[in-house]
C-alpha cells in the first residue's frame, strides 16, 4: 500500500486549500480513511475520518473542514476553509483503521509521509 499526500503550502489567515492523498493497494471504500495533523511539539490529532456510512470531525475543524473521497482517482481531499494560524502543522493521510476510536492514530495500518500547511497571520 502506498500513500501519497499533496496540496500543502503557505496561506494567509482566511484562505483556503485542498489537500489530496491518493492511496494504491486496497480496495478503497472498504477502509476508513482520515486526515490527522502534528503540529510541531505536539502530538499527532485525528482532524477528519470518513467510512462507508459518512464523516467526522474533530471539534476545532467543524464547519471549515470538508473531508471527501473520489474512488475513481483512489484519491481522498481535504478541504479547508476559513484557516487558522493554530491550524499551522504537518497533514498526514491515513488509511485501514483497526480498533475503536477513529481519531487515534494508532489505530491506522497505513501512513503518508505528510504535506505541510503554514497560515500566516
Known amino acids: 500500500v502506498q500513500v501519497a499526500e499533496s496540496g500543502g503550502g503557505l496561506v494567509q489567515a482566511g484562505g483556503s486549500l485542498r489537500l489530496s492523498c491518493t492511496i494504491s493497494?486496497?480496495?478503497?471504500?472498504?477502509?476508513?480513511m482520515g486526515w490527522f495533523r502534528q503540529a510541531t511539539g505536539q502530538a499527532r490529532e485525528g482532524v477528519a475520518v470518513i467510512t462507508w456510512s459518512g464523516t467526522k470531525y474533530a471539534d476545532p475543524v467543524k464547519g471549515r473542514f470538508t473531508i471527501t473521497r473520489d474512488s475513481a482517482k483512489n484519491t481522498l481531499y481535504l478541504q479547508m476553509n476559513g484557516l487558522k494560524p493554530d491550524d499551522t502543522a504537518m497533514y498526514y493521510c491515513?488509511?485501514?483503521?483497526?480498533?475503536?476510536?477513529?481519531?487515534?492514530?494508532?489505530?491506522?495500518?497505513?501512513w503518508g509521509q505528510g504535506t505541510q500547511v503554514t497560515v500566516s497571520s
Open positions: 491515513a488509511a485501514d483503521h483497526m480498533g475503536t476510536n477513529m481519531f487515534s492514530p494508532l489505530e491506522y495500518n497505513y
Open positions: 493497494g486496497l480496495t478503497f471504500d472498504d477502509y476508513v
